[in-house]
């Protein structure tokens, strides 16, 4: 079969809901991506920051294997000698006393918001069913109803609704506006310190120390989702420490399964962990063994390939590099670590056909909010690769 023959396949029998890039691909290993032909890319989206560890980790596929192999799914009926390994391992990883373990990263938003609901109607004495959770335009926090209630973009909601209730927008990097937003009845602001599937939003300097402040000011419970910036992605372990910014909950996914198969988890201390009794919250298979292997697996390597350094050593170097090139399509490079955004020029009319000019030279990217190239690469990838895809990605911007 070839190319053509795959996208045809999934044309007919599949949902249309995505418009990915013409490339059907059949290998991967570290930064490259090989498709059914042969030919060989570098990954510069790493599956949204899933494959921070590169594809197919030679550790994090022993540990999948050797799991797999002995018992894979028990359900949360009975225990596993994984699960113990992993709640301590990620507590000692992330400073957080307690965690909770799901699948799906929208699935762990929802229960952070679970969380904070209930901790404002036990702690806060918030009237019961009144909680308000703060979030941001332009925020991606995930593809349920209760998530999409929480955007502000209209092809994510406008044929979706009814929505859930208790969420109030602001505009993201605004803190004044988060501050009017506050009332009695709100238990938590909602945030992810640089918006990824916005565009690679940066907010200002200082945006997330103010709410820090703000929520502490008010008894408010600061959320943060770090499921694409958390885990090495923007030079440090999680984009808060930027900030020396400590949340009291703290959302991970995506590379907490180093690409191999989804986990997600949501970090906080006793008094908001504990809160959760038997029985009011769970996942079949949040949790089971094979998860807690890889997910295990997945943070050793972050911290003995010492991925954050790298992200940001490389992150600074491609930035600057891309910055210096002489380009009339480009209105702006940013982003922190190796999580950058080139936006180009909206008269264009898009990225898209950068995207797949880039491709014809070796090298995805997806475009994100129509008008930015997205670069995050696998954080396994050296200077030496950079300098390889700089060339190539010049000529793309200056043709
Ligand atoms: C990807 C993402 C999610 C949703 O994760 P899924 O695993 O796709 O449900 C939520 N928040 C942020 C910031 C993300 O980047």
Redesign the pocket.
Known sequence: MDTNAYIELENKYGANNYHPLDVVLARGSGVWVEDVEGHRYLDCLSA??AVNQGHVHPKILAALQEQASRITLTSRAFRNDQLGLFYQELSQMSGYEMSLPMN????A?ETAVKLARKWAYVVKGVPRYQAEVITCQGN????TIS?ISTSTEPLYRQDFGPFTPGFVNVPYGDVAAVAQAITPHTAAVLV?PIQ??AGVIVPPKGYLQALRELCDRHQVLMIA?????GLGRTGRRFACDHEQVRPDIM?L??ALSGGFY?V?AVLADRPIMGLIQAGEHGSTFGGNPLAAAIARAALRVLEEEKLAENAARLGEYLMEQLAEIPSRYVKEVRGKGLLIGVELHHQLGGARPFCMALKARGILAKETHQHVIRFAPPLVIDQQTIDWALPRIREVLTS
Do not use: C, L, N, W
């Open positions: 949204y920051s799906s990263g929208a699935e938003v991606f926090h995930g593809r998530m992810e990824g599937e989702d770090e499921i694409q910036t959302v996914g995506k989804p997600s």
